[in-house]
């Protein structure tokens, strides 16, 4: 069965630490990846993905994530957390035809 | 770009009441999406459309739900009867389709539905 995890339900940083918001995922054949952020009463915003080529991804407001096939893991990252990044983070797998596995959101608090 | 419009943003009904959520996708996107979500239950889909047809309903919750998409531009979910338990934000996304499928789902900002 396809399926994404996102094993940490809260995560807690420092402003200006570095951050990290785990993803895994479980599908068959080679999967399209994800990351989206939802700010309150927003919808889900895309930040980047990951389809083919370097495993290193840059995406949106600094943020970056790293593919590592090994371990079917994307994980998001971001060098200096800014108090703004506190948001519900979801990682998304994309497989054949249109079929999307959200995982189940990471809140993410930034400590001022 | 608009980005994708829902309407109405809140709909406060009674157990009972007929509720019709509305989307209109990006323009040139064709495959379009229905999501619910809940603290309890995440992000949930629904139902998809490629081309306006409707590919995959496995998610809607039972016959109350009905989805249509008569022309590309639009797209309604329906509840008949509404529950308590259908208070979710429904939200509705569009993607692009190019060659090999790696477009990203565009959302829009959600219908925050409370049926009492």
């Known amino acids: 069965a396809q399926s994404v995890a996102q094993p940490e339900d809260q995560v807690n940083v420092a402003e200006g630490n570095p951050l990290t918001v785990k993803c895994t995922y479980s599908v068959s054949g080679n999967p399209y990846l994800f990351w989206y952020v939802q700010y309150p009463n927003r919808g889900l915003q895309f930040l980047l993905k990951y389809i083919t080529g370097d495993n290193l991804v840059k995406g949106s407001y600094g943020f970056e994530a790293e593919f590592n096939k090994s371990q079917t893991s994307f994980h998001l990252k971001k060098p200096s957390a800014l108090v703004s990044d506190s948001a519900l983070y979801f990682c998304a797998v994309r497989i054949t035809g249109n079929q999307f596995y959200f995982g189940t959101g990471t809140s993410l608090t930034v400590i001022p | 770009d608009a980005g994708v419009i829902q309407s109405p943003r809140h709909e406060v009904t009674e157990m009972g009441q007929e509720v019709t959520l509305r989307c209109k996708p990006i323009?040139?996107?064709?495959?379009l999406f229905w999501y619910r979500q809940t603290m309890m239950r995440g992000l949930e889909l629904l139902i998809y459309f490629n081309n306006n047809v409707p590919i995959d309903d496995s998610g809607m919750p039972e016959d109350r739900f009905s989805a249509k998409m008569p022309n590309a531009s639009f797209s309604t979910l329906k509840i008949q009867p509404s529950e308590p338990r259908d208070s979710a934000v429904y939200f509705c996304a569009s993607s692009p389709r190019r060659g090999r499928d790696t477009g990203e789902l565009f959302f829009g900002e959600g219908s925050r539905l409370t049926v009492l």
């Open positions: 323009s040139g996107h064709n495959s």
